[in-house]
Structure formats: C-alpha cells, structure tokens
C-alpha cells in the first residue's frame, strides 16, 4: 500500500504532537534529613521544579535469562528493570541547587560539612517520591508518573571557565525502586502527593466527590457535599 499523505495529516492533526518542552515536575523532600538553612522543604521543591530545565519520563526493560533444552535458545522474562532518571538545574546566584543535592548525599552517606562518622542512614530516611508531568498545547495533563523511593546518586561538577560567561547548570542524577503511571489524559483524576498541601488535598477531593455526586439522587449529593464542606 502506498504511504498516504493525506491519512498521514489526518493522523497528526487528530492526535497532535506531544512537545519535549512541555512538561512539569514536583520534587518530594526526605523529611528525615535536615535541609535548613537552604529550605524548610516545600519551598524548595516548588523552587526546583521552576529551575528545573531538563528532565526524563521514565522508561522500563525487562531483565532474561536464556533457556535451552533443545534448537535456539529461549529469553525467560524474570524481573521489570529500571533506568536511573538525569535533571539538569539552572542554578541560583548562591549555588543553592548545588549545596541542597550535595547535602543530600552528604546525609546518605555519612560525611561532608556536618559530620564525618560516615554511618550511612537507613532508606527510610533519605529516599522521596518524585513527579513528572506532561501537558498538551493547552496546558492541560496528559500523562503523569510517580518515582518511588527516589534519592540523587551522582552530582555533577560545574565548569568554571573566566573566558566565558555560560550559566551554571547543575545536572543530578537520581535512582529509585520503581515507577509508576498515575495518570493518563487528564480525565483521569490522581490523589494529590503526600507532602502537598490541604489545599490541594480539598481540591482533588472536590473533583472527585463532584464527578460521583452527579450519578446521585439530590439526597446523595447533599451528604458528600457535607464530607466536603468538613474537610
């Protein structure tokens, strides 16, 4: 069959192109390791997501082994395997990416500017959960994954150079247990992170309750706009 150009525009202008640039992230804090002076915690999420100028959605293979009893040899699917994601950061005037991903580490591992003791912590203390959204044209989500139990691995030295005036940009790269998908198209609604705020917890309860309350009699509808109204 001879490629259609016609049914190829149909195509594209139908489902339209998902564009690299669009995209959001909401970084989880460890609530286990102090960040302060740098950032109570939250603030700083919010300020690394805006700094944030290159990220990656998560991709997934799957680890084999070969079974051969008799002819060609067969790959036995075992266990999913997961890449480690890179950031890039463009970094404030005081470096204060820099000193909050190394002070990370610091912390996980036991040494830098606090301590010495190198007495490695426990995962449950210095790992996070992290978010990655992207949007359409219209700024709108339509596709959202969740890193689990996410921590930096690797943070990059920055180039100093006196011929040139490029901007510091940081680049991290953070490993986790696993990922997954939490939203697709925005039809479909998540629960708001664990460390957001009441605001966004009423806020994705009130669409919730009011996509349920409209398959309700008057009755229904008035007791969930109660449980609201109380939260």
């Not at 002076?37 to 998560?58: V, Y």
Request: include cysteine; hydrophobic fraction near 35%; charge should be positive.
């Amino acid at each position: 069959m001879a490629f259609d150009v016609n049914q190829f525009r149909s195509e594209i202008g139908k489902g339209g192109i998902s564009k690299q640039s669009h995209f959001d992230v909401f970084f989880g804090i460890p609530r286990d390791i102090n960040f302060s002076p740098i950032s109570t915690g939250s603030a700083l999420g919010r300020g690394l997501a805006f700094r944030c100028e290159t990220a990656e959605l998560p991709g997934v293979s799957l680890q084999t082994i070969d079974h051969k009893i008799y002819g060609p040899a067969r790959k036995i699917a075992y266990a999913n395997a997961y890449n480690d994601i890179n950031f890039s950061f463009l970094c404030s005037h005081d470096l204060k990416e820099k000193v909050f991903f190394d002070r990370w580490i610091e912390e996980i591992s036991g040494s830098g500017q606090k301590s010495n003791t190198y007495d490695v912590k426990y995962l449950s203390q210095y790992k996070a959960d992290q978010f990655i959204y992207q949007y359409d044209e219209k700024g709108r989500k339509q596709y959202a994954c969740q890193l689990i139990d996410a921590y930096p691995i690797t943070v990059s030295p920055l180039s100093l150079n006196r011929d040139s005036d490029g901007l510091h940009k940081i680049n991290v790269t953070m490993t986790y247990h696993r990922w997954t998908r939490i939203l697709w198209k925005e039809s479909v609604i998540p629960l708001p992170p664990p460390t957001a705020g009441r605001g966004s917890f009423v806020a994705a309860a009130s669409a919730i309750g009011g996509a349920a309350a409209s398959f309700l009699p008057a009755s229904g509808q008035q007791a969930i706009g109660a449980v609201l109204t109380s939260i």
